[in-house]
């Protein structure tokens, strides 16, 4: 989806690369301690680190922030700790492949909304490039459904 070649080779798509790797274990880590840890405290790291992290890059893209722009923080904070929550708990209860196709919605999301806000159409690769992530997950979920079906004693 992102096409590394040329032109449309960023930086910004090297951060997208690192965000779906540390998001992907975040679930994992949620599903391996989620039991045995509180809820506050995950989020307490899981909100943590990403913003020492992104504090380090603060000298070099800095602005100051209109008033009305405090709105959207708190907005963004409320809604993004809520979800975060929300997904940590999915992955806690439900097995990974199954809580997983779930959250690819987020890449329907994500077009919808860079529509709306920004006028971005997505071209055929974006389209291309969900489809095969998102039809790969759903195989994933039901190849583990079928096994965990099988594995089940009958009655």
């Known amino acids: 989806m992102v096409r590394p070649n040329g032109e449309a080779f960023q930086v910004g798509a090297l951060v997208l690369v690192g965000a779906a790797l540390f998001y992907a274990l975040m ?4 599903r391996r301690y989620g039991a045995r840890e509180h809820l506050w405290a995950m989020l307490f790291y899981m909100t943590c680190v990403p913003l020492l992290v992104t504090a380090l890059t603060l000298p070099w893209v800095w602005q100051t922030p209109q008033p009305w722009h405090w709105v959207g923080f708190f907005a963004s904070g409320i809604l993004g700790v809520a979800a975060t929550a929300f997904i940590t708990l999915a992955f806690r209860f439900a097995p990974a492949a199954i809580a997983a196709p779930f959250d ?22 974006v389209w291309v490039g969900s489809a095969l992530i998102m039809g790969s997950g759903l195989a994933v979920a039901y190849h583990d459904r079928r096994t965990t079906l099988k594995r089940r004693p009958t009655a």
């Open 104 to 125: 690819y919605t987020a890449m329907l999301w994500a077009v919808l909304l860079g529509w709306w806000f920004w006028g971005e159409m997505p071209d055929l690769w």
């Open 27 to 30: 679930m994992i880590t949620a």
